[in-house]
C-alpha cells in the first residue's frame, strides 16, 4: 500500500503538541517550544519532519518496499533547501504487510505515523536546544504511536495453513 504523508499535516501536527507542552509546561514548556511556534520558523520544524520521516522509515524497513522523500530518490543529488520554504511535500513509502490490512487500518496506520513523526521532529527540537528530560518524553511518544503503526501491520489479517489431520490408526 502506497502511503503519501503531507509534510503540512505533520507540522501542524507539531504545532499543536508544542502548543499543548508551552501551555501545560510552564515557564519551561514556553521557553523550549516557543521559539518553534514563532510563524518564521515554520519552515525549519519542517526540516526535522523530513529527518524525523528518515527516522521513522528505518525503523519500519523490514515493511518498506519503496520510499520517496520529496522526489529524492538514492541516484539524486540532493538541493539545499531553504529553512523559510513553507510548501507542502509529500513523503512517500509503499508498505508491505505480511498479510492483508483492512480498509480501516490504513488512516489508522497513517495517523499514528504522523503523529510518530511530530512527535520525533519535537524531540530533534529538544535534543538541539539541550532539554534531555523532554527529548525523552518526546521520543517516547514517538516510539509509542511507531509501536501501534508496527503492531497493526505486524498483526495483520493472515491466512494460517493448515495441514489436515493424520489418519487415526
Keep these: 500500500m502506497l502511503y503519501s504523508l503531507s509534510t ?13 507542552q508551552s501551555l501545560s509546561g510552564g515557564e519551561e514548556g514556553r ?30 524497513l523490514p515493511f518498506i518496499t519503496d520510499c520517496n522523500l520529496d522526489d529524492e530518490d538514492e541516484a539524486s543529488d540532493v538541493a ?5 520554504d513553507d510548501s507542502d511535500a509529500l513523503l512517500q513509502f509503499e508498505l508491505s504487510a505480511p498479510g492483508k490490512l483492512s480498509s480501516g487500518a490504513h ?16 524531540q ?8 534531555t528530560e523532554i527529548a525523552g518524553m ?21 491466512s494460517p495453513c493448515l495441514r489436515p489431520a493424520w489418519p487415526d490408526w
Excluded: C
Design 8 to 20: 503540512n499535516v505533520i507540522t501542524d501536527t507539531a504545532h499543536a503538541i508544542a502548543a499543548m
Design 107 to 122: 488512516s489508522g496506520i497513517r495517523r499514528a505515523l504522523e503523529q510518530s513523526i511530530a512527535y520525533k521532529a519535537l
Design 138 to 158: 518526546l521520543g517516547e511518544k514517538a516510539a509509542g504511536n511507531l509501536a501501534v503503526a508496527l503492531r497493526s501491520i505486524s498483526m495483520a489479517d493472515v
Design 124 to 131: 530533534l527540537w529538544a535534543i538541539s536546544v539541550e532539554s
Design 31 to 60: 521557553a523550549l517550544f516557543g521559539p518553534i511556534l514563532e510563524p518564521g520558523r515554520k519552515g525549519l520544524l519542517r526540516l526535522l519532519v523530513k529527518n524525523a520521516f528518515a527516522e521513522v522509515i528505518v525503523s519500519l
Design 80 to 84: 539545499h533547501q531553504e529553512a523559510d
